[in-house]
């Protein structure tokens, strides 16, 4: 596997990844599936995005930042969502992901990331610890899904 920024070619590949987790119900509270046009807003600021090619050169997971809140003084925190292909899960393509995305946020300024994971989800909780991120807590009931309210663990790992 190779990780590398990520750019607006790959903007596709990357919607087919987080329209997989959208479906699978246990990553995003998003219901919309996404077009590569929706990617291609991603980019262009001064958030990182990453990808994760297998061996063939194939886009198999992706990391990417965006704003956590609009203050100032915030402007050094970023929220991450990491998404690995469902052919490629349990395999180290999203640990690639996290490793590479921790790295260019660090370079980017960025002194924390922070996110919200499903309590049910085990492996992107097991993975985020083994990254060093922090459990700080639990929203309850944070927000609907398919009509079930659903609880997240907040998570945070300082950059430097």
Known sequence: MRARQATLADAEA???IYNEGIEDGI???????RTADDIRQWFGGRFPIV??????????AFASTSE?????????IAEFSVYAARAARGHGAGRL???TLMDA?????FWKLVSRVFVENAASRALLHNLGFREVGIYERHAQLRGTWRDV???ERLLI
Do not use: D, K
Not at 51 to 60: R, W, Y
Not at 105 to 109: C, L, M, N, S, V
């Open 105 to 109: 946020a660090r370079q980017g300024g």
């Open 14 to 16: 990357i919607a087919a």
């Open 68 to 76: 956590y809140r609009p203050r100032e003084c915030y402007a050094g």
């Open 153 to 155: 663990v907040i998570v």
């Open 51 to 60: 990808a994760v090619e297998n061996n063939t050169g194939e886009l198999i």
């Open 27 to 33: 990553a995003t509270f998003e219901t919309r599936f």
């Open 97 to 99: 992901a996290m490793q």
